[in-house]
């Protein structure tokens, strides 16, 4: 049994240098801070209205490195504190900031008009693209990503929408490149952005 079990050990040992070494050697290796999602291709159905009243896919947004995130003007919380964190990490970026579009996809498209959605991502970054559509379309674009919402329903008519909270960042090529916590900081996600701009 020990000899059994020292092959193996030994085995296994081989392995991980193996992988180690090919690791260390492949210079393709991007190093993100995020989850590498190269080749999900992620949000190809995207196809709705910019609040700069254009059309935008995933075609129209090539030539930068884009950062998508899902949510909503009327969101208490986790939308605005990102979007201020977004803020941030164009800061950290400096002059490379110009080569950085970042898009919030409203998933209340019934409140969330162009006006509205254009005044409230303006008010963090003059530069930031909100994107509406109908609801048919914003659930596509939603499922193109693999994002999750819903709406909640509240007191006298009122409501709220839980959705996903994740960042992602595509290449110039238009490409889903790193899946991002929206807690992971301003400054790693600027690390993956330049990563991206390499």
């Known amino acids: ?53 254009r059309p935008h896919t995933l075609e129209t947004l090539k030539g930068k490195v884009t950062l998508v995130l899902f949510g909503f003007t009327q969101c208490p919380d986790i939308c605005p504190s990102s979007l201020a964190e977004l803020t941030q990490v164009m800061k950290l970026l400096g002059s490379q900031a110009t080569k950085v579009q970042v898009v919030l996809v409203t998933v209340d498209p019934e409140r969330d008009t162009q006006e509205v959605l254009r005044a409230y991502v303006s008010g963090f970054d003059s530069q930031f ?14 499922s193109s990503f693999k994002i999750y919402y819903a709406k909640n329903a509240g007191v006298q008519g009122n409501y709220s929408v839980d959705h996903s ?18 807690n992971i900081g301003a400054a790693a996600i600027a690390h993956d952005i330049q990563r991206l701009l390499r």
């Open 1 to 53: 049994m020990r000899r059994y079990g020292l092959r193996h050990a030994v085995v296994a040992l081989l392995f991980s240098a193996c992988v180690l070494g090919l690791t260390a050697c492949n210079d393709a290796a991007p190093g993100f801070k995020g989850s590498d999602i190269t080749g999900t291709h992620l949000g190809k159905e995207l196809a709705l209205t910019g609040t700069d009243g």
């Open 129 to 142: 693209l909100g994107l509406t559509g109908t609801p048919d379309q914003i659930k596509k674009a939603a």
């Open 165 to 182: 909270a994740s960042f992602f960042l595509l290449d110039a090529q238009g490409e889903s490149r790193v899946l991002l916590a929206n």
